[in-house]
């Protein structure tokens, strides 16, 4: 059956083309506007499914507009992302450079657990209330985060990090929701955090990480105290998305 295509539907679309539109500046070295970016389309990625609950406007489309939507923007951006900031071709092929090696495969994790995951509910409308396997709009938000601090960080704890994520895309671990006040509220102070952590670093190196480290802790907190939340509540919560 044919759907006329919505707001909602719009911005589910706005946020795949600016996922490419981080691509390319990921392409062009302009690191600072892809994080950008993709903190931006994490921000939309909230609004589309609010305004389809509010206009009545939800249908079996649109969840496959945000599988495509979001495999750009929360997989295949990131993931690029790293890919081009830590492999050196001064090292040698990932043949033969563990660092390049990787920098190769631990981005194709996040891809090939990123979609997964995507996928693992594109046929349905999303009205629960938790998520089954950590959402993928987090560990986009965590690569932007852990990959602007990288200075304090050895790249093997920032690509082991990412691989235990990646992991938990996948994973039957239930994450809560960000709906309702309390939890739009944290949702926005931590996407403001990442954000002003970024611009801050342009002006002042030291303030900016402070931030940005403020906000890799509330992502960690989200990972690790979100199960616990869900056990907690989550049998009033409904189906899993």
Known sequence: MNHEITLADLVTLSN?????????????????????LIILCVAIDGIDGMIARRMGTSHKMGAYLDLFSDSVSFCFAPALLVYTLYYDKALGRAWVSPINAAATGVPMLMVFFGVLRLSRFADKESFGLNYRGLPVPVIALFVVIITSIDAYLNPWVIFGSISLLSALLYSNIRYPKLRGPK?????SILLLT??????????????????????LMMCITYVAIGPI??????KKYGRDS
């Open 229 to 234: 939340v869900v056990d907690k509540h989550g």
């Open 183 to 187: 939890w739009l509220f944290l949702g």
């Open 16 to 36: 795949g083309l600016l996922g490419f539109l981080a691509i390319t500046y990921v392409i062009d070295g302009r690191f600072f506007e892809a994080s950008s």
């Open 194 to 215: 990442a954000f002003m952590g970024g611009i801050f670093t342009k002006i002042s190196y030291v303030e900016g990480n402070i931030l940005l480290f403020a906000a």
